[in-house]
C-alpha cells in the first residue's frame, strides 16, 4: 500500500511538471514566432505552484472526499491547458494584469510556505499578511492572472478552461473550509475575515 501511495505521488509530481512545461513552451514558442509575449506572468505563477506542489509538507488533517480531490486538481491545473491564440487585448495592460495577479498569488504562497496544498486539508492557520484581506488570497491572485490570460488569448477554449478553473476553484474553497471550520483557531479567523475571495462581494 505505501508502495502504490508513493508511485501515485511520484506519476503525480510527473504529469504536474509535464503539463506545467507544455504550458511554458505553447507560450514561449509563440512568442518567438510572432515577437509578442504572451502569457509571462501566468507561467510565473504556474511554475511557482508547481514547485510548492513538490515541496509542500504533510498535512494534520486531510479531506477523503472525493469531490474535493477533484476540485483541487481541475481548478489547480485546467488552466495549464489552455494555449496562447493571439487576437486579444493589448498585451501590455493584459501582462501587467497577470502580474498583478501572479504578485497577489505569491504574496499568498510566501506567507503559506511548505503549508500549502492542494486537496483541502489542515496544514496551520495563516492570518497575516493578504489572509488579513481574504480568507484564500492566492486563489483571488489565480483568479486576477487567468482573466489576464484569457483577455490575451481570448478563444472558446481557453475560455471554457477559465471557466471550468473559477467553477472548480470556489468548490475547493467550499470543500476547504469543510476541513478548516474544525479548527477553533479558524473559526475565529473566519469570524474577523469574512470574505473568501474578493472583498465586499464573496
Known sequence: MDFCRRAAALLARAGLVTLFLLFAWANFTHWRSTGEPSGLGTTLLE????????????????????????????GSFAMLLARP??????????????????????????TLGRSFGLVAADRGVKTR?????????????YLIAYTGYVLENPSAVNLALFCLSTA????????????????????????????????LLY
Open 85 to 110: 491564440s493571439g487576437g486579444g487585448l493589448a498585451h501590455v495592460p493584459c501582462e501587467l494584469l497577470q502580474l498583478t495577479g501572479v504578485l497577489v498569488a505569491l504574496a499568498s504562497l510566501v
Open 47 to 74: 511554475g511557482w505552484v508547481a514547485v510548492l506542489f513538490l515541496v509542500r509538507r504533510r498535512p494534520d488533517a486531510v479531506s477523503h472526499r472525493p469531490l474535493a480531490w477533484i476540485a483541487a486538481a481541475i
Open 168 to 199: 472548480f476553484q470556489l468548490l475547493r474553497i467550499v470543500e476547504e473550509e469543510r476541513v478548516l471550520v474544525r479548527d477553533a483557531a479558524y473559526r475565529q479567523y473566519s469570524r474577523s475575515v469574512r470574505y473568501r475571495l474578493v472583498p
Open 129 to 141: 499578511g493578504p489572509y488579513g484581506v481574504v480568507r484564500h488570497p492566492a486563489y483571488t491572485g
